[in-house]
Every structure is written in C-alpha cells, then in structure tokens.
Nanobody
C-alpha cells in the first residue's frame, strides 16, 4: 500500500521548537515534490511549505517564512519540517502530501498531490 505518514507532532510552549516528519511507505520519494499543509480549528486548510523533487528549491507561506525550514533526505525517504519560534496560531493538524514530479523535478508547489497523510497534531500553548 502506497502512502505517506506524518510523525513528530505534539504540545509545545509558545516560542518553542518542533519538527514534524513525513515518511513515504511503499514508494520512493525520489522524484516527488512534497508539501506540508495545516488545518487550524475552524479554518480552511493552509499551505505551509513546499519542496521540489531535487530539494534545491523551497517555498514558505508568508506567516511561516523565517521560522520554518523544510528539508528532505531521499535516502531515508523522509521530508522534515523544522519549526521554531512557534506561536499559538501555528496550532493545527499538519498534513504531508507528495506529488509525482519525475518529468519536471523543479516543480515546487503543485495544484494536486497523489498521496496524503492522516496528519499529526501540533499544539502551541502554555
């Protein structure tokens, strides 16, 4: 079965740091663009960050820029989102999505993704 699985969520105090990871199961992330989304309570899903298949280019939402860092290790089939200086408004369920980009490894944020995870809860609260 092909899917991606998120891990690493939890409770963190404002100003703290947390990393969430996305691991592909049943397929190689090599050749896939990957993105992180989040859904806060009562709000629509929001794109947090994207990384292209090559790992050379990344994108961050305006509210995450300079606080979040996305990276990938294709040898471990993993994409990690490192979050620092977390704020209560960063609370939400974080989802990983992977989209095939073998024909154009430079594609960054895709309009659609092939695989979605179940999400991991991140709560920023004192």
């Amino acid at each position: 079965q092909l899917h991606v699985v998120e891990s690493g969520g939890g409770l963190v105090q404002p100003g703290g740091s947390l990393s969430v990871s996305c691991v592909a199961s049943g397929f190689s992330l090599d050749g896939y663009a990957v993105a992180w989304f989040r859904r806060a309570p009562g709000k629509e899903r929001e794109r947090v960050s994207c990384i292209d298949a090559s790992g050379r280019t990344s994108f961050y939402g305006a509210r995450m820029k300079d606080r979040f860092d996305i990276s990938r290790d294709n040898s471990k089939n993993t994409v990690t989102l490192r979050m620092v200086r977390l704020k209560p408004e960063d609370t939400g369920v974080y989802y990983c999505a992977a989209g095939a980009s073998h024909d154009n490894p430079g594609r960054l944020c895709l309009p659609e993704y092939d695989y979605w995870g179940q999400g991991t809860q991140v709560t920023v609260s004192s």
